[in-house]
């Protein structure tokens, strides 16, 4: 199973990004999916994620700011970014756990400027 990710880069604070993350394999084989990311010099945490009620939870620092949501179509999920912050700088990873496995993209790096 393969994670693509694409859509990070450079930004200005206040302003977005789109991240995505194609998977090799339809959703209905994973148990979850969700968005990690990890700054320099810190642990990896998640940022965004599917429960088992198809309900997307988020981190406190991301509430109200980021959005969840996937194309079942096209294997794909995404992570929409709005009103970005200099903390939010970090490669952003995509997840998803196949019966326990769990499987994860490249990493894109989000940069934001203040």
């Known amino acids: 199973v393969q994670l693509v990710e694409s859509g990070g880069g450079l930004v200005q604070a206040g302003g977005s990004l789109r991240l995505s993350c194609v998977l090799s394999?339809?959703?209905?084989?994973?148990?979850?999916m969700g968005w990690y990311r990890q700054a320099p010099g810190k642990q990896r945490e998640l940022v965004a994620a599917?429960?088992?009620?198809?309900?997307?939870i988020y981190a406190d620092s991301v509430k109200g700011r980021f959005t969840f949501s996937r194309d079942n179509a096209k294997n794909t999920m995404y992570l929409q970014m709005r009103s970005l912050k200099a903390e939010d700088t970090a490669v952003y990873y995509c997840?998803?756990?196949?019966?326990?496995?769990?499987?994860w993209g490249q990493g894109t790096q989000v940069t934001v400027s203040s």
């Open positions: 997840n998803a756990n196949l019966s326990g496995y769990e499987c």
């Open positions: 599917i429960t088992s009620t198809g309900r997307p």
């Open positions: 394999a339809s959703f209905s084989l994973f148990n979850g």
